[in-house]
């Protein structure tokens, strides 16, 4: 689940959760009948206590009781919390799925289509537009894949459950001030399982603190049909956060031979000269512009692509302290104007296999009736299901992983 996540929130142990989001797909594209909730006694008995509370924090008698209306125990939630998915991708499959072609040519639309606003929001708060919508395009594929939770009681839920109780419980408050405010209606109010909310997938004590009201409507409506709130809120958040206009986040370059792979590393900054007097320089062998201090990111290791990244980096990692993520949103906003893709070399995976490799993986299973649901070079649950069917097809132990071996095999057997 893609979202802006708070520093609080990175202090308490709250998780990048992009990473079960729009980039793989996940979080949001469950319909609203399965996010029913069941009786629970224990869960009204605390809910109202919590609507005591509330009141006491100067919430309305009337927003709190619109708001808790039905609210009951959402047991989908708690399974999401329980089972979130541990996606250890490589930046290589990572930047596959999040500046894919049809990403890529849907940001370039979304940036034709909102050029006016778009600009007007730069103009305000010194963030490019395309990084604006690469954040969108990431977070909601472009405010396709919002979420359809309902984010009062999803967050009543995990408040109740306790394993992250004062954070969610920050939440829950900050979403009743945004209903008391009146920038949406509890209907309206939908997201994530966790709370993330709205086009860029914004939480409730992100949009307290950083909202914009910038359609001048007297809402800060990240929920509307119009972006435009959700997008100036990003700039706003990323704006306070350090961003730079007219800086690069990171820049790809070749490190010399011999590198020392212990110089490399997010916080181990130095001066752009002290890195081109190492031999480090851009891709076309050019000494790189004196952007700041800045670090060298070996994402993939020593024989993977190299980036020297800058404060920008920094400022997006506000937003998401994923590296991959980070990586994402920045090389996502430098394909929508027209940037190269990554011209480092990837090294094999842990089995053996390229991303051409995997990608003949797939071809080959769908070509021989195991269906992976597309041919990107990502393995995901798709992929590992039809590598175990192909598997018991040919009656090996199920392992549903793709090997070079694997491949020799779907050669073989073609």
């Known amino acids: 689940m893609p979202f802006q996540i708070s520093r609080r929130a990175v202090s308490l142990g709250m998780p990048a959760l992009l990473l079960t989001g729009c980039v793989t797909g996940g979080a949001g594209l469950v319909s609203r009948d399965e996010w029913r909730s069941v009786p629970n006694a224990d869960f009204d008995q605390w809910l109202a206590g919590f609507r005591v509370r509330a009141v006491e924090n100067g919430i309305s008698e009337a927003t ?61 708060f010194g963030v490019e537009k395309h990084v604006m919508c690469a954040v969108w395009g990431m977070e909601s594929f472009y405010g396709t894949r919002e979420g359809d939770a309902p984010v009062i009681a999803a967050l009543a839920t995990l408040t109740f459950d306790g394993r992250r109780g004062r954070f969610f419980g920050s939440q829950l408050m ?34 307290e603190e950083y909202g914009v009201d910038f359609d001048g409507d007297g809402r800060r409506g990240c929920w509307d049909d119009d972006p435009t709130d959700a997008l100036a809120t990003t700039a706003n958040y990323l704006a306070r956060h350090g961003w730079q206009r007219g800086q690069p986040w990171a820049v790809e370059v070749r490190l010399p031979d011999g590198f020392d792979e212990s110089l490399a590393g997010r916080t181990r900054t130095r001066s752009v000269a002290s890195w081109m007097g190492m031999g480090v320089r851009d891709m076309d062998g050019n000494r790189v512009p004196d952007h700041g201090e800045a670090a060298i990111l070996l994402q993939m290791g020593i024989n993977g692509p190299a980036l020297m990244i800058f404060r920008n980096f920094t400022a997006i990692r506000r937003y998401n302290p994923a590296n991959n993520y980070v990586i994402g949103i920045g090389h996502l906003s430098d394909r929508l104007v027209g940037g190269p893709p990554i011209r480092g070399s990837y090294p094999p995976d842990e089995n053996g296999l390229t991303r051409a490799g995997r990608i003949e993986v797939q071809e080959r299973l769908t070509a021989q009736g195991f269906d992976t649901g597309g041919s990107d070079g990502v393995i995901g649950p798709a992929s590992r299901s039809a590598i175990r069917a192909y598997e018991r097809a040919q009656g090996l132990p199920e392992s549903g992983v793709a090997t070079d071996a694997l491949l020799l095999r779907l050669r073989q057997t073609a």
């Open 64 to 124: 709190v009781t619109r708001a808790f209306r039905g609210v009951g125990y959402v047991p989908l939630v708690i399974e999401r919390d329980r089972n979130q998915a541990e996606f250890n991708r490589t930046m290589e499959d990572y930047l596959a799925i999040a500046a894919s072609d049809e990403r890529i040519s849907m940001g370039r639309a979304k940036l034709r289509q909102h050029d006016r606003v778009l600009q007007a929001i730069e103009d305000r």
């Open 174 to 207: 900050s979403a009743l001030r945004a209903l008391d405010r009146g920038d949406t209606t509890v209907a309206q109010m939908r997201g994530s399982w966790a709370g993330a909310m709205g086009h860029t997938q914004i939480m409730p004590e992100v949009l």
